[in-house]
């Protein structure tokens, strides 16, 4: 327990969004968004992998989904820390390649590469990572980063990687709805409860929080990690897609149909109809739909948000009556119906006073400078979605650490063994609500191991079960009979092993030069190009001796050659040629600058003015 | 596979080993605690200190959970004033079985309009059982205090079943 001197360092607040990331900081007393060059707050959470080598990421990679729809990542949050069946759902809907990798785990097929959503990930946070650090001008090594209230162990784990893969240290990982709840300018002076509504692109939450004198305590939080805006857009595709008869195993036309889903849905937020134009290949089609036939596609949809919404009031013992203020994050709480329904089930207006795509950014900031140091009047409470528990006979579900606990928590139990001698016993720990392991998420199997060789039943094995201040699962056993600890070795079944986290650490330093490479050939073909058309155009214009004309004609032809090579430029002759006709063109630049001078002399000549 | 031995929540909140504690004081400890102890409070140095800031702020949490229901708080007590009590008295009044197998069967029966009524009932039974067991503790006669313990489990039992089907 120390408080040691802290070096002032700006530590930043990540939102990490299926659709868009964005980063804020607080200085002082208020938060605010960081914004790029062009003063974006948002970064759609998008990656191209341009087919000449470079990872396009943000805006730009969001102008090129419709040219390479297929090499154009996004919502990858739906994928991360995600594995077999679940991957091969999403795999439907998505229009660029996900299959099951190792383990069972999703992968993205990119040309012949396979990318794993933690890579992805960490290549949107780097970008994040810059856009900040152009904003504050100083390099950023750590931040607090948010995930749906929902996320698992092995989802939270696989975020943590991502981070790490972006050089950045997360500091803690804190749940957006509570994120949001600190953003609300609920400043921690004003006691009460709040219901936090929190419908972003690709993931719902339902938090209830108790404030007391700069307590934020959560009380309960429900989710769904499959539904979002994300949903509201493909229901509204399908209907485009049935509507103009278009091939919907099309790459293109899917992404197509997609964007114009997403601008008919912000539309008829504002409007009673909205109306589109579609060029898809050629043909021209049009579409339009009324807010009324939308709302009547999304209306289950919402319904299984407030179902979410009675579940988190009934696990806080508290009725809707006793919620004083009810708060809305993530942009798909713009639509009309959301909210009306909100209204309905819970009898509060919806406070909006905060933008609902900034929200959760802010307040990882605000959570951010907290755990900097800088503030001491507030402090976050939060709890564990899901229950944690063990496999025992039968593959039945022992529950240890139940849902909606507050972190850190622990729980010990005490095994044995069951065969005399035995010196390693098998512990499969799984997450979730149901029964039965089957139903619920293997995390990992745990194996202790180096047990003292005892009759059966003897040894007494001690487990420590902590939930850290993350909801991330730390595990410590101990052989009490003996004192002796035991070995534990956890093999995730999600995620990534601790090998593949450093493997991948190594290989994006290793990528980071590729990438560099990449960027110098595509700088170094510009160059070149625009100099093939420069020195042609000088050519004309000079008087040069027709062995210089040659030489540089010789130079440019070779030059040409490289650039119109089918196959792959070694970048050193590339440089090589350029500089060797950048050597010869200084003498026609000579030339034409001295006989536009004489000419210009001449000129002024004829005329008398001299 | 057993539970291991609980830790004293009342000794984490430094409060007297009783059953009657005022929890509005209760929970204002626990507020108070948690800004002393929660990690974001106590960025930790080295590995080992960082465990055991966790730790701290874990027992912090799992106090506050077992003492802010009134029920948990018992059996915490129970366990701490008589170890060893709640295991020896298992065995039920066998007029009281009966009537549990009875109450049991009528929640599965309940009809969705009938089932405030019947909560109100148990939630009746629940606190004559709870005043029971504030004598028991108070005249330190640990067996009755177990045995209304134990018995309390079939009505909160009924009580969540009944919770689920509203």
Same mark, same amino acid.
């Given at each position: 327990?120390?408080? /040691?001197?802290?070096?002032?360092?700006?530590? !930043? @607040?990540?939102?990490?969004?299926?659709?868009?990331?964005?980063?804020?900081?607080?200085?002082?007393?208020?938060?605010?968004?960081?914004?790029?060059?062009?003063?974006?707050?948002?970064?759609?959470?998008?990656?191209?992998?341009?087919?000449?080598?470079?990872?396009?990421?943000?805006?730009?990679?969001?102008? +090129?989904?419709?040219?390479?729809?297929?090499?154009?990542?996004?919502?990858?949050?739906?994928?991360?820390?995600?594995?077999?069946?679940?991957?091969? /759902?999403?795999?439907?809907?998505?229009?660029?390649?996900?299959?099951?990798?190792?383990?069972?785990?999703?992968?993205?097929?990119?040309?012949?590469?396979? =990318?794993?959503?933690?890579?992805?990930?960490?290549? !949107?946070?780097?970008?994040?990572?810059?856009?900040?650090?152009?904003?504050?001008?100083?390099?950023?090594?750590?931040?607090?980063?948010?995930?749906?209230? =929902?996320?698992?162990?092995?989802?939270?784990?696989?975020?943590?990687?991502?981070?790490?893969?972006?050089?950045?240290?997360? +500091?803690?990982? !804190?749940?957006?709805?509570?994120?949001?709840?600190?953003?609300?300018?609920?400043?921690?002076?004003?006691?009460?409860?709040?219901?936090?509504?929190?419908?972003?692109?690709?993931?719902?939450?339902?938090?209830?929080?108790?404030?007391?004198?700069?307590?934020?305590?959560?009380? /309960?939080?429900?989710?769904?990690?499959?539904?979002?805006?994300?949903?509201?857009?493909? %229901?509204?595709?399908?209907?485009?897609?049935?509507?103009?008869?278009?091939?919907?195993?099309?790459?293109?036309?899917?992404?197509?149909?997609?964007?114009?889903?997403?601008?008919?849905?912000?539309?008829?937020?504002?409007?009673?109809?909205?109306?589109?134009?579609?060029?898809?290949?050629?043909?021209?089609?049009?579409?339009?739909? *009324?807010?009324?036939?939308?709302?009547?596609?999304?209306?289950?949809?919402?319904?299984?948000?407030?179902?979410?919404?009675?579940?988190? %009031?009934?696990?806080?013992?508290?009725? /809707?009556?006793?919620?004083?203020?009810?708060?809305?994050?993530?942009?798909?709480?713009?639509?009309?119906?959301?909210?009306?329904?909100?209204?309905?089930?819970?009898?509060?207006?919806?406070?909006?006073?905060?933008?609902?795509?900034?929200?959760?950014?802010?307040?990882?900031?605000?959570?951010?400078?907290?755990?900097?140091?800088?503030?001491?009047?507030?402090?976050?409470?939060?709890?564990?979605?899901?229950?944690?528990?063990?496999?025992?006979?039968?593959?039945?579900?022992?529950?240890?650490?139940?849902?909606?606990?507050?972190?850190?928590?622990?729980?010990?139990?005490?095994?044995?063994?069951?065969?005399?001698?035995?010196?390693?016993?098998?512990?499969?720990?799984?997450? &979730?609500?149901?029964?039965?392991?089957?139903?619920?998420?293997?995390?990992?199997?745990?194996?202790?191991? &180096? %047990?003292?060789?005892?009759?059966? @039943?003897?040894?007494?094995?001690?487990?420590?079960?902590?939930?850290?201040?993350? @909801?991330?699962?730390?595990?410590?056993?101990?052989?009490?009979?003996?004192?002796?600890?035991?070995?534990?070795?956890?093999?995730?079944?999600?995620?990534?092993?601790?090998?593949?986290?450093?493997?991948?650490?190594?290989?994006?330093?290793?990528?980071?030069?590729?990438?560099? +490479?990449?960027?110098?050939?595509?700088?170094?073909?510009?160059?070149?190009?625009?100099?093939?058309?420069?020195?042609?155009?000088?050519?004309?214009?000079?008087?040069?001796?027709?062995?210089?004309?040659?030489?540089?004609?010789?130079?440019?032809?070779?030059?040409?050659?490289?650039?119109?090579?089918?196959?792959?430029?070694?970048?050193?002759?590339?440089?090589?040629?350029?500089?060797?006709?950048?050597?010869? *063109?200084? *003498?026609?630049?000579?030339?034409? !600058?001295?006989?536009?001078?004489?000419?210009? %002399?001449?000129?002024?000549?004829?005329?008398?003015?001299? | 596979?057993?539970?291991?031995?609980?830790?004293?929540?009342?000794?984490?909140?430094?409060?007297?080993?009783?059953?009657?504690?005022?929890?509005?004081?209760?929970?204002?400890?626990?507020?108070?605690?948690?800004?002393?102890?929660?990690?974001?409070?106590?960025?930790?140095?080295?590995?080992?200190?960082?465990?055991?800031?966790?730790?701290?702020?874990?027992?912090?949490?799992?106090?506050?959970?077992?003492?802010?229901?009134?029920?948990?708080?018992?059996?915490?007590? $129970?366990?701490?004033?008589?170890?060893?009590?709640?295991?020896?008295?298992?065995?039920?009044?066998?007029?009281?079985?009966?009537?549990?197998?009875?109450?049991?069967?009528?929640?599965?029966?309940?009809?969705?309009?009938?089932?405030?009524?019947?909560?109100?009932?148990?939630?009746?039974?629940?606190?004559?059982?709870?005043?029971?067991?504030?004598?028991?503790?108070?005249?330190?006669?640990?067996?009755?205090?177990?045995?209304?313990?134990?018995? $309390?489990?079939?009505?909160?039992?009924?009580?969540?079943?009944?919770?689920?089907?509203?």
């Amino acid at each position: 327990m120390t408080d /040691a001197v802290q070096q002032p360092r700006l530590v !930043i @607040g990540i939102d990490l969004g299926t659709t868009n990331s964005l980063c804020a900081i607080r200085t002082g007393k208020g938060a605010r968004v960081l914004r790029d060059r062009d003063s974006e707050p948002l970064i759609p959470s998008m990656v191209c992998f341009h087919p000449d080598g470079r990872k396009i990421v943000g805006r730009e990679a969001k102008a +090129l989904r419709l040219t390479f729809p297929d090499r154009t990542v996004f919502s990858v949050k739906r994928l991360i820390g995600r594995a077999g069946e679940e991957v091969d /759902a999403e795999t439907k809907i998505l229009p660029y390649p996900v299959h099951q990798g190792e383990r069972g785990l999703a992968r993205v097929r990119i040309g012949n590469d396979d =990318w794993s959503p933690e890579q992805i990930s960490a290549l !949107i946070l780097r970008k994040v990572k810059s856009t900040a650090e152009q904003a504050l001008g100083q390099e950023i090594t750590a931040a607090v980063i948010t995930v749906p209230a =929902w996320f698992d162990d092995g989802q939270r784990q696989a975020t943590k990687d991502a981070a790490a893969l972006a050089g950045l240290e997360c +500091l803690r990982m !804190i749940n957006e709805p509570t994120a949001a709840s600190l953003a609300y300018g609920i400043d921690g002076s004003k006691n009460g409860t709040v219901l936090v509504y929190d419908l972003g692109g690709g993931t719902f939450d339902v938090s209830i929080l108790r404030i007391d004198d700069g307590v934020f305590r959560v009380l /309960a939080t429900v989710g769904d990690t499959h539904l979002g805006g994300d949903d509201f857009d493909r %229901l509204l595709g399908d209907r485009i897609l049935a509507a103009i008869g278009a091939d919907a195993r099309n790459p293109y036309v899917l992404q197509a149909v997609r964007a114009a889903a997403e601008s008919l849905k912000c539309e008829l937020s504002t409007k009673p109809n909205a109306n589109l134009q579609l060029d898809l290949q050629g043909k021209q089609s049009s579409f339009s739909v *009324t807010r009324v036939e939308f709302e009547a596609m999304i209306a289950p949809l919402v319904q299984r948000t407030l179902e979410c919404c009675r579940r988190a %009031l009934k696990d806080a013992k508290l009725t /809707a009556a006793q919620i004083d203020e009810v708060v809305l994050v993530g942009g798909s709480t713009r639509v009309p119906l959301v909210r009306q329904r909100l209204y309905q089930a819970t009898g509060r207006q919806p406070n909006t006073g905060v933008d609902p795509d900034l929200a959760v950014a802010l307040g990882a900031a605000i959570q951010a400078d907290v755990l900097a140091g800088n503030d001491k009047s507030l402090l976050l409470l939060d709890v564990i979605p899901l229950s944690l528990g063990l496999e025992t006979l039968g593959g039945a579900m022992q529950k240890i650490v139940l849902r909606n606990s507050t972190i850190p928590t622990s729980a010990a139990e005490e095994f044995s063994t069951a065969v005399d001698g035995q010196t390693s016993v098998a512990l499969n720990i799984y997450q &979730g609500e149901r029964e039965l392991v089957r139903d619920c998420r293997m995390l990992g199997s745990l194996t202790l191991a &180096g %047990l003292p060789p005892l009759p059966a @039943g003897l040894p007494r094995i001690a487990v420590t079960f902590l939930v850290d201040a993350d @909801g991330v699962l730390r595990i410590n056993a101990q052989e009490k009979r003996t004192g002796q600890e035991a070995s534990i070795l956890v093999v995730p079944s999600f995620g990534l092993t601790r090998d593949e986290v450093r493997r991948m650490m190594f290989e994006s330093i290793e990528h980071a030069h590729a990438d560099i +490479l990449a960027r110098e050939s595509i700088d170094l073909r510009n160059k070149a190009q625009s100099m093939v058309k420069g020195t042609k155009k000088a050519l004309e214009q000079s008087d040069l001796p027709p062995d210089q004309t040659f030489a540089v004609q010789k130079s440019v032809k070779a030059l040409e050659k490289l650039l119109a090579a089918l196959t792959p430029v070694d970048l050193a002759v590339l440089k090589l040629a350029t500089e060797e006709l950048s050597k010869l *063109t200084v *003498t026609i630049a000579d030339d034409v !600058i001295s006989s536009a001078v004489q000419k210009a %002399l001449a000129e002024e000549q004829r005329e008398g003015k001299v | 596979m057993t539970k291991a031995p609980l830790l004293d929540p009342f000794a984490v909140f430094g409060v007297e080993h009783r059953l009657d504690l005022e929890e509005h004081a209760l929970e204002r400890r626990y507020l108070q605690l948690s800004r002393e102890l929660h990690p974001d409070r106590n960025r930790a140095i080295g590995a080992a200190d960082c465990a055991a800031v966790l730790l701290r702020a874990a027992e912090v949490n799992d106090a506050w959970r077992v003492l802010r229901d009134p029920w948990e708080r018992a059996r915490a007590l $129970s366990h701490i004033l008589a170890p060893g009590i709640l295991e020896q008295h298992k065995s039920l009044d066998p007029d009281f079985l009966l009537d549990a197998i009875d109450l049991a069967e009528q929640v599965t029966l309940c009809e969705p309009n009938a089932v405030a009524n019947l909560q109100g009932r148990i939630k009746q039974q629940a606190d004559a059982i709870f005043a029971t067991l504030q004598k028991a503790f108070a005249a330190g006669d640990h067996a009755l205090a177990a045995q209304q313990i134990h018995q $309390s489990k079939y009505l909160r039992k009924a009580l969540a079943d009944l919770e689920t089907r509203s």
